[in-house]
């Protein structure tokens, strides 16, 4: 029987061709892009699943408590491991690990680069990292001790067996993800491989490719190549605990001992007083943003938005699919009416409509799946992508999945035409056809596509939305001139002074510069100052480290005072720029008033000398912030070279040349200031075309909702418009008849759907300072382009149906 339904199920399908393929088109692209969505959730689910111990393995977090507003850190104290081990019971193991390395690792003339952790021993009995090569019970133990990835040892070693070889580690800052580059070059001696990282099997919230134990730390501080306080509980900004719970022992036993501890180490009325919280390991990934996370992941709520998305969007096409199916089971009413009265019961033509529903959604599924392949190719070529690093790996359990989701998909669409459908009543159909009424009221059917075009107008207007704001952003008023600038990464600082001195002869360089971090590309320094007349009053401040020269290579404009020193004090920090906002905000006066003053910065006081229009120093979705213009040598990273414009390219490699041979040590590395600040714009711009695909599903799907009711309509009252016809009435009146109840709800989506977006394109409009307004010019344009594709939809359907000839209209039953 089921074969037997299945059979006429495709017979129909192939009968049908425009229906079926409206069907499976509209089917198979929103199928698609569920797909897609649960591929990156079962991604982001899969985080830490290999790991065998995993739910007894816990994150310890820290966070403010009573005054503290601090959120939670996913960084913790350094002592904490060892005061769990040594004080309390219930703990297996824990583990500590530190941030601060991660470079360049050199073995005769081949080098390596990696990021990672200091970490002790405990690590490999808590976590499954496994080795190829070494003990894992020893390899963390002795100081300078040196565990890196294959990758890493391919590289350096081929064929040689790494253990026990001796490597020299130079630190660039690199970061465990290996996104950002490291800008500063630190010798930290000769390691020996201890050994080497076996592949993970699945993925990891601690992404690293080298491990160094924790008593090279130590050593490195006595040696002072490092600056780490070790014993300093309020210290917890570059650190991870890591626990493994006895199996008797639950989380809340965790919490028990760690508000034990945040209470001895952190009490009340303590100027940092923090408070200390459990976090499993498989709930580390997906879960809320939160400070000093070893991974980039898609949030928690940004997977439910998208869970929540697959469904309107599937609701929608099983909609879709309703609307049409009852539109063509009216066409089919004869064959049920025999089919009962042959003998037929509604089980089996209520089973009949549903295989052919599950037939389509089956055939929906294979097309959906090819434009998977082409939308996961489309998105890992996106520049988000290369930070949440999604895999999109095609596992039989996926496959089943899809195989599940397609198959609840075809019930839930062929559920409702297939219960009413099967209850026809075979004698007043085969008795008169024109008499029959599957609905009587689509009060609901309407509401539902008034919905469906109200979504649909809310994507349009969104995405016209973030067209303009990523256009104000490439086109952004800085506050300093990005164009014509060249960072170069010192490494050391030893290296700015040769290099600027031989550039600066050349034309083609207009002012040369050094400063520690580049304005508007997501770097902050912050500090707390004072006024040097009363310590009371106290500031949050920001800075910067640059030159007197950094002035002119960035465009900066002194509005009081004069520029920094060209040689800055022997003596220690002297002298500051400071912008408006911190004279306003730290109430110094006019700018004129405030030059001259003194501050406390740290422990040296020191003079602003001069006062510097505002510019945009944080990223563009940030406000303005009080800022100070530091000048220590130190603490330079970059240097940055305004150029002529004239020859680019040739002053490029001018650049790369002078720097081999006045630091040849050290690899050349540099970016346009303008195209870095580019990457803000490229990723609102994936979130746009991501966004107006999206837009163009809904308003696709929404159309054969459309297409369904218009359908449905020329169906049910073909007989009455032959009449019409007959009796006098033109094409353009049997148009109109039959389109204006459908312009009616279109309108009414209009209505609702315009207040709502400009309320929702408000509430992510005010994360941006500076920010595109919601002129009534662009809710005239998405409100026109969905009538426009909405109104062609319409009038297809009544034109077709105005031109029927009226005798085979009034001659078919």
């Not at 963390?140 to 890493?152: C, D, G």
């Not at 008033?593 to 940030?622: C, H, P, S, Y």
């Amino acid at each position: 029987m089921i074969k037997n339904y299945f059979i006429i199920a495709w017979r129909n399908l192939l009968k049908n061709r425009a229906f079926s393929l409206i069907n499976v088109i509209g089917l198979a692209f929103s199928m698609s892009v569920c797909l897609l969505i649960l591929a990156i959730i079962a991604d982001q689910k899969s985080y830490d699943q290999f790991h065998s111990n995993k739910d007894r393995v816990f994150r310890v977090l820290t966070h403010g408590k009573n005054n503290n507003h601090m959120n939670d850190m996913a960084t913790s104290a350094i002592p904490l491991g060892e005061e769990l081990r040594k004080n309390y019971t219930g703990i297996e193991a824990s583990a500590t690990l530190v941030r601060n390395i991660g470079g360049n690792v050199f073995y005769n003339e081949k080098i390596a680069s990696g990021g990672g952790y200091f970490a002790d021993e405990n690590l490999f009995k808590i976590l499954d990292f496994k080795l190829l090569e070494g003990d894992p019970k020893t390899a963390l133990t002795n100081p300078r001790s040196l565990v890196i990835s294959q990758e890493m040892a391919s590289k350096l070693f081929f064929n040689e067996n790494p253990v026990g070889k001796t490597v020299t580690f130079k630190n660039t800052d690199l970061s465990p993800t290996g996104v950002d580059n490291g800008n500063r070059e630190t010798d930290y001696g000769l390691f020996t491989i201890t050994g080497v990282l076996k592949a993970n099997e699945g993925k990891t919230h601690l992404p690293f490719k080298l491990l160094a134990s924790m008593s090279s730390l130590n050593v490195l501080v006595k040696d002072s190549v490092l600056n780490v306080a070790q014993n300093d509980w309020n210290s917890i900004w570059a650190n991870y605990t890591y626990v493994l719970l006895q199996k008797d022992k639950t989380e809340a036993d965790l919490q028990n001992i760690l508000d034990k501890i945040s209470d001895k180490y952190y009490p009340k009325g303590d100027v940092n007083q923090y408070g200390l919280k459990t976090k499993a390991l498989t709930e580390i990934t997906p879960s809320n943003p939160i400070g000093n996370e070893t991974h980039i992941a898609i949030p928690k709520i940004v997977l439910l938005v998208l869970g929540v998305l697959c469904l309107i969007v599937m609701l929608s096409a099983c909609l879709n699919y309703t609307n049409l199916s009852v539109a063509r089971s009216l066409t089919r009413a004869k064959e049920v009416g025999i089919r009962k009265v042959s003998g037929a019961t509604r089980s089996h033509i209520f089973g009949q409509f549903i295989a052919e529903s599950a037939l389509i959604s089956m055939v929906s599924l294979v097309l959906s799946i090819i434009i998977l392949f082409l939308l996961q190719s489309l998105f890992s070529g996106l520049m988000i992508n290369k930070y949440l690093n999604i895999n999109f790996n095609h596992t039989l359990p996926l496959y089943l999945t899809f195989l599940g989701f397609s198959l609840a998909v075809g019930v839930i669409a062929g559920l409702l035409p297939s219960l009413y459908i099967s209850a026809f009543n075979p004698i007043q159909i085969l008795k008169s056809f024109g008499g029959t009424k599957v609905f009587k009221r689509l009060t609901l059917r309407k509401a539902l596509l008034i919905m469906q075009f109200s979504v649909s107008l809310i994507f349009i207007i969104s995405t016209c939305l973030i067209y303009l704001q990523t256009d104000h952003i490439f086109n952004f008023d800085y506050g300093f001139n990005k164009d014509n600038v060249i960072n170069v990464t010192l490494y050391k600082q030893e290296n700015y002074k040769r290099f600027a001195q031989e550039i600066s002869r050349n034309k083609n360089i207009a002012a040369v510069s050094a400063c520690t971090f580049l304005p508007a590309t997501g770097t902050q320094n912050g500090t707390m100052v004072k006024k040097a007349a009363n310590l009371k009053d106290s500031l949050q401040s920001s800075y910067i480290d640059i030159d007197a020269k950094c002035v002119d290579v960035w465009g900066l404009k002194l509005i009081a005072g004069k520029n920094l020193p060209e040689i800055p004090s022997q003596n220690g920090e002297r002298h500051i720029l400071i912008n408006q906002k911190m004279v306003e905000k730290f109430k110094l006066g006019t700018p004129q008033e405030a030059v001259g003053q003194k501050i406390l910065v740290g422990k040296n006081t020191v003079e602003v000398v001069g006062v510097v229009k505002d510019f945009q120093f944080l990223n563009v979705m940030r406000e303005i912030e009080p800022l100070m213009l530091r000048n220590r040598q130190s603490e330079f990273n970059y240097a940055t070279i305004r150029i002529s414009g004239n020859n680019q390219q040739e002053t490029t490699k001018y650049l790369e040349e002078t720097w081999k041979k006045v630091n040849p040590t050290t690899n050349f590395e540099y970016e346009f200031l303008d195209e870095e600040l580019l990457l803000v714009h490229t990723v609102f711009s994936n979130v746009a075309n991501v966004l107006g695909f999206i837009a163009f599903l809904a308003v696709f799907i929404s159309c054969l909702g459309l297409l369904g009711m218009a359908t449905y309509t020329a169906e049910t009252r073909r007989k009455e418009m032959g009449i019409r016809k007959v009796l006098g009435s033109g094409a353009f009146q049997i148009i109109l008849l039959l389109s204006k109840n459908y312009i009616k709800m279109i309108a009414i989506s209009v209505v609702i759907a315009t207040p709502l977006a400009y309320f929702i394109n408000n509430l992510w409009l005010e994360f941006f300072v500076s920010r595109v307004s919601i002129r009534p010019s662009v809710l005239i344009f998405g409100i026109f382009i969905l009538l426009a594709i909405s109104s062609l939809t319409v009038l297809s359907q009544a034109w077709r149906a105005a031109k029927v000839n009226p005798v085979e209209s009034l001659k078919a039953e």
